[in-house]
C-alpha cells in the first residue's frame, strides 16, 4: 500500500479512508510515527487491515496498532470489535497461539545484589521450564483433569497448590473465561496439549530475567511494586499446540458454513461465522477454554521460575505484578457509534493488549532490547477499545534472519553485553536477533503519546532463556 492513501490525522494516528474500497464497511485507523510507517509499508499488513474492514458487524475502524505486521487474515497488531447482535467472530482475528500472553514477577533483591548469581540462575530456570518444540512438562493429564484446567484455567492451579490468592488477583480475568467449555475442543487438540502445561515452547516465547532499567511514574511504580534497579522475571508464552490446533479445527469449520450464513469474504484466511450462531458460539467457548489453559500454563511455569529462585537463593518471593493476554476475543460493552447507549461487542485483539483504565500493560520487546511496564488510561476506551500493541513487532521473516545471523554469534554478543542466554537451539535464537523487530522505544513511545497507555518503567534483559 502506498502511503499517498493515507490521511494524516496526526503525528501519530493515520487513516485508511473507507472510500478506499468498495466493500469497506469502516475506516483504517492505524497509530504509528513516520518511523515506523515506513516500516509497516514494507509488508501486506495494511492491505490486511482494509480486509479486517469487510467484516459483517464491525464497528468504528479496523485498528492496527505500531507493532502491525502481516499474519494469518487479520495483521498480528490488529484489533476489531464486532457487534454480537449483527457481527461475526474469525478464528484469524485471535490468531493460531490462543491467549499467548505476558507476566511480570517482581522480586525485592536489586540487580548489584544478583549480578553474580545471573548465570547460575539463568541455568536453572532452564533446566526448571522445559522449552522447544514439542517437548511436553512435568504433568500428562489424563482427560477429566485436562478438561477441568480447560473449564477452570488458573483456579484448577490453584487447587494443585501451584496458584496463589495474589496470584489470581493480579491476572487478567482471574486466569478463568467462564464461557469456556472443553466438550467443543477436539481429541486431537487435547492430545497435543495434554503433556504441554508448565513449558514455553519455541518461536518468541522466553522467559527473560530483567533489571528495571528507568521509572518514568514513580507513583504508579511504586503500586505496582517496581524501584530502580529491581530483578523482575518476565514470561511469555500460550496455549502451545492445543491452542493451534482449536484455530486449525475452527477455521475448517466456518470455510463450511460460510455459503450456511451468505457470508462473503475477500480471503479465506477471514474465515468467519456470526457470533451468535452455534459454529460461532462454538468456537468462542472452545477458544475461552483453550485461553484458560494458556493461564494455567504461565501459572505452571510461574511456580517452575520460583522452584528455580528458591534454589539459588532459598527462598521464593516472586510476586505477581500482572498477567495480560493477547490473542484472545472477549465481550466488552462500549457506547455505540449511533445511539451512544452502551452496547456490547466482541473484541478481538491479535497480537495486541487489552488496556483498560490504570491496568497494567506488559510490552516485552525484541531479544536483548527493553520491555515496557505501562498503564491503560480512559483514552484508550474512547480511541482503541480498550487495547494497545503487545510488543515491538518484526519488520523481518524468521526465514530472512536466519539466513544473515548467526545464533552463535548472536549469543557471543548478547554476552559482551552482559545478557546471559541459555537457548536450546542457535537458530531459534537468530529467529528473534533485535534486527527482526522495530525499535521497541519508538512503539511504545506511540502509543504513549496517543495515550492508550502511559508509561511507567523499563526494563532490560539480563538473562534469557529461549527453546
Given at each position: 500500500m502506498d502511503k499517498s492513501i493515507l490521511k494524516k490525522i496526526n503525528d501519530y494516528i493515520w487513516e485508511i479512508p473507507q472510500n478506499f474500497r468498495s466493500d469497506m464497511r469502516v475506516p483504517g485507523r492505524i497509530f504509528a510515527s513516520e518511523k515506523i510507517l515506513r516500516d509497516i509499508l514494507k509488508d501486506e499488513s495494511l492491505e490486511q487491515v482494509v480486509n479486517v474492514a469487510t467484516l459483517p458487524g464491525i464497528q468504528k475502524y479496523s485498528y492496527a496498532m505500531p507493532d502491525i505486521h502481516e499474519g494469518y487474515g487479520f495483521p498480528i497488531g490488529g484489533v476489531a470489535a464486532m457487534d454480537i447482535n449483527e457481527g461475526v467472530i474469525s478464528p484469524g482475528g485471535i490468531g493460531f497461539d490462543i491467549n499467548c500472553g505476558v507476566r511480570l514477577l517482581r522480586t525485592e533483591k536489586t540487580f548489584d545484589e544478583t549480578r553474580s548469581k545471573i548465570p547460575e540462575l539463568t541455568n536453572a530456570i532452564y533446566q526448571e521450564v522445559p522449552s522447544g518444540v514439542g517437548v511436553g512438562g512435568r504433568i500428562k493429564m489424563v482427560n477429566n483433569e485436562l478438561d477441568r484446567v480447560l473449564e477452570r484455567g488458573a483456579e484448577e492451579m490453584f487447587k494443585k497448590g501451584y496458584v496463589t490468592e495474589e496470584d489470581l488477583k493480579n491476572c487478567e480475568s482471574g486466569g478463568r473465561l467462564l464461557e469456556a467449555n472443553p466438550d467443543l475442543i477436539s481429541k486431537h487438540a487435547k492430545d497435543r496439549g495434554r503433556d504441554q502445561l508448565g513449558t514455553i515452547g519455541a518461536g518468541n516465547h522466553f522467559v527473560e530475567i530483567e533489571r528495571v532499567d528507568k521509572i518514568f511514574d514513580k507513583p504508579v511504580a511504586e503500586k505496582l511494586g517496581l524501584f530502580e534497579n529491581q530483578i523482575c522475571i518476565m514470561v511469555h508464552c500460550g496455549s502451545r499446540g492445543l491452542g493451534h490446533q482449536v484455530a486449525t479445527d475452527y477455521i475448517q469449520i466456518m470455510l463450511n458454513s460460510l455459503s450456511k450464513y451468505k457470508i462473503a469474504i475477500c480471503d479465506s484466511q477471514l474465515a468467519?461465522?456470526?457470533?451468535?450462531?452455534?459454529?460461532?458460539?462454538?468456537?468462542?467457548?472452545?477458544?475461552?477454554?483453550?485461553?484458560?489453559?494458556?493461564?494455567?500454563?504461565?501459572?505452571?511455569?510461574?511456580?517452575?521460575?520460583?522452584?528455580?529462585?528458591?534454589?539459588?537463593?532459598?527462598?521464593?518471593?516472586?510476586?505477581?505484578?500482572?498477567?495480560?493476554?493477547?490473542?484472545?476475543?472477549?465481550?466488552?460493552?462500549?457506547?455505540?457509534?449511533?445511539?451512544?447507549?452502551?452496547?456490547?461487542?466482541?473484541?478481538?485483539?491479535?497480537?495486541?493488549?487489552?488496556?483498560?483504565?490504570?491496568?497494567?500493560?506488559?510490552?516485552?520487546?525484541?531479544?536483548?532490547?527493553?520491555?515496557?511496564?505501562?498503564?491503560?488510561?480512559?483514552?484508550?476506551?474512547?480511541?482503541?477499545?480498550?487495547?494497545?500493541?503487545?510488543?515491538?513487532?518484526?519488520?523481518?521473516?524468521?526465514?530472512?534472519?536466519?539466513?544473515?545471523?548467526?545464533?552463535?554469534?548472536?549469543?557471543?554478543?548478547?554476552?559482551?553485553?552482559?545478557?546471559?542466554?541459555?537457548?536450546?537451539?542457535?537458530?531459534?535464537?537468530?529467529?528473534?536477533?533485535?534486527?527482526?523487530?522495530?525499535?521497541?522505544?519508538?512503539?511504545?513511545?506511540?502509543?504513549?503519546?496517543?495515550?492508550?497507555?502511559?508509561?511507567?518503567?523499563?526494563?532490560?534483559?539480563?538473562?534469557?532463556?529461549?527453546?
Open positions: 468467519s461465522a456470526p457470533f451468535n450462531s452455534r459454529e460461532g458460539q462454538n468456537y468462542f467457548r472452545a477458544m475461552s477454554a483453550a485461553a484458560n489453559f494458556a493461564w494455567a500454563n504461565r501459572q505452571l511455569i510461574t511456580w517452575e521460575v520460583r522452584e528455580a529462585w528458591r534454589k539459588i537463593f532459598g527462598s521464593s518471593e516472586l510476586k505477581l505484578v500482572y498477567d495480560v493476554a493477547h490473542n484472545i476475543a472477549k465481550i466488552e460493552e462500549y457506547p455505540s457509534t449511533s445511539s451512544g447507549q452502551a452496547t456490547k461487542v466482541v473484541v478481538h485483539r491479535k497480537g495486541a493488549t487489552r488496556a483498560f483504565p490504570e491496568q497494567p500493560v506488559l510490552i516485552p520487546g525484541s531479544m536483548g532490547t527493553a520491555s515496557y511496564v505501562l498503564v491503560g488510561t480512559d483514552e484508550s476506551l474512547k480511541q482503541s477499545f480498550g487495547s494497545t500493541c503487545h510488543g515491538a513487532g518484526r519488520v523481518m521473516s524468521r526465514t530472512k534472519a536466519k539466513k544473515i545471523v548467526r545464533g552463535a554469534k548472536l549469543k557471543e554478543e548478547m554476552e559482551e553485553k552482559g545478557i546471559y542466554i541459555k537457548a536450546g537451539s542457535m537458530a531459534g535464537l537468530a529467529e528473534e536477533a533485535p534486527i527482526a523487530y522495530k525499535d521497541i522505544d519508538e512503539v511504545v513511545s506511540v502509543i504513549h503519546e496517543v495515550g492508550l497507555a502511559k508509561k511507567v518503567a523499563r526494563l532490560k534483559p539480563v538473562g534469557v532463556i529461549k527453546g
